[in-house]
């Protein structure tokens, strides 16, 4: 069935490092991607998605490559901030309209 | 314009209680969805309506878990009997027309708590 995996359920880093948290999808389709971000306490918001015409989406610092060779969507930043500590899901849309998540990525980002 | 609103944000059943959790959707949204969030599955989607009419209903959660829309902006989400392992935060979601690339809003969520 549609499935979206992350594989790290958890990650640490040091401030400044760069930061990469890994999605692959399902390869049957060609599903719209999606990075949603989840801070403590707080509703999961989106953090960017795909475009259908293979631009890289980028946002606060972040951004995503799609590569359909390798089914992947992984996530990535130059340099980590204390801010960026919070859970992550990647997910999925893949044609059904409902949303496929991943099991998420906890990232905590130490001094 | 206000979000996704949930009720209560935390709920405490003994097993075998009834519960029901309430949302409400943004003001517009066709489509909404309740989703069970935990540490080892991620969100696990429980229902999906559209137009209020019920799309996916989450297949291994059929049997005590029921989810409604009487009307366009509210939904509530019956567990019957709790259980313990029922014990994870619910939440709740919804989306405007749109393409297969459209934003999903969430709400903060309830978190269930069975003793």
């Known amino acids: 069935g549609d499935s979206v995996t992350q594989t790290e359920g958890l990650v640490t880093l040091t401030e400044g490092l760069p930061v990469m948290l890994n999605c692959t999808y399902q390869?049957?389709?060609?599903?719209?991607l999606f990075w949603y971000v989840q801070h403590l306490n707080e509703a999961p918001k989106l953090l960017l998605k795909s475009f259908t015409d293979n631009k890289r989406p980028e946002h606060q610092g972040f951004h995503a490559t799609l590569h359909k060779s390798s089914s992947s969507f992984h996530l990535q930043k130059s340099s980590a901030q204390l801010s960026d500590s919070a859970l992550y899901y990647c997910a999925a849309n893949y044609g059904n309209e409902k949303i496929t998540f991943g099991a998420g990525t906890k990232l905590t980002i130490k001094p | 314009d206000a979000g996704v609103t949930q009720t209560p944000r935390h709920e405490v059943a003994e097993k075998g209680q009834t519960i029901i959790l309430k949302c409400e959707p943004v003001?517009?949204?066709?489509?909404l969805f309740w989703y069970r969030q935990t540490k080892i599955q991620g969100l696990e989607l429980l229902s999906y309506?559209?137009?209020?009419?019920?799309?996916?209903d989450g297949g291994a959660f059929k049997d005590r878990f029921k989810a409604e829309m009487l009307n366009s902006s509210f939904s509530t989400l019956k567990i019957q009997p709790t259980e313990p392992k029922d014990s994870a935060v619910y939440l709740c979601?919804?989306?405007?027309?749109?393409?297969?690339?459209?934003?999903?809003?969430f709400g903060k969520g309830t978190r269930l708590t069975v003793v």
């Open positions: 003001s517009g949204h066709n489509d």
């Open positions: 979601a919804s989306r405007g027309q749109g393409a297969g690339d459209t934003e999903v809003f």
């Open positions: 390869s049957t389709y060609s599903p719209f």
């Open positions: 309506f559209r137009s209020k009419s019920l799309m996916e």
